[in-house]
């Protein structure tokens, strides 16, 4: 029996064909990519001709009843189903706006047969071609992802020493976010690239799941200390590990001054 999920997809579908008001349309997300399960939500980009006189309530009702409708930070409708609460994302857009999509890391192929429900005038086909890769590949993205490390973890160890607590523990979790980057790159484990820690159990070294724990604290001064100090501990050892691996260098004499302000302030 297919998963609820699949359902509202196959329903989704079948609108967005009939709708000749749309222009393109395309899925995304843990279904397109063999993974989705029954916690996993639906997620569609839905490019109109026009949005004037839309009724975006009124059509994601039509896919199957709903609680409540919100609209997040990135102005994409999030629609919350009665059938199991399950989640979906729906971005609308006008057809002239297709062009950004390019834009988007989590398109690119060879997925875009997968993705694509309606491209009615084969521009959604040719702009997934040119979508750029998810993960940092170059040796100019990998430097600047350790020095935007570099950067959340001063700035969290600067608001922990002032002893706003909860600012700090907010900081971490950025900190965390890149510690997964830069180690998905180190072991070559770049598949959840966007999401970095899902499936990451799975998916890097044991040796590095536990620095990774070591990485998460408490909203307490003595936990958060202890993993900012560990988040520096292996960060900066990552780093040596990517300079060493992709040929470029940060200033030793930042690193240096850093390991000291972290291990000794007080």
Known sequence: MSLIQEQLIVRVKQKCRD??????ALTYGSFTK??????SDIDFWLFFESLDGLDTEAWIGDISPVHYITVNEF???????????IRGEFHFKA??????VRLWPAIGPPASDQMVIVDRTGKLHAYIGEGKPSAAHSVDAIERLCGQYLNWLLFGFNVLKRGD???????LG???????????????ST?????????????????AYQNYVECTAR?????????????WIWGSRLITDLERKHGFSIPTVLLETIAGYVHFAR
């Open 19 to 24: 709708d000749n008001r749309l222009v393109a």
């Open 34 to 39: 063999g993974e989705g399960d029954q916690y």
């Open 75 to 85: 102005e994409t409708h999030v629609a919350f189903f009665k059938e199991h609460l």
């Open 95 to 100: 057809a002239s706006e297709m062009e950004t």
């Open 165 to 171: 607590l909860a600012q700090a523990h907010m900081i």
């Open 174 to 188: 950025k900190v965390q976010g890149y510690l997964l980057w830069m180690v998905r790159l180190k072991e070559e």
């Open 191 to 207: 598949n959840h690239w966007l999401t970095q820690s899902k499936s990451l159990e799975r998916e890097i070294s044991r040796d």
């Open 219 to 231: 909203c307490e001064n003595e936990d958060l200390v202890r993993a900012y100090r560990h988040s």
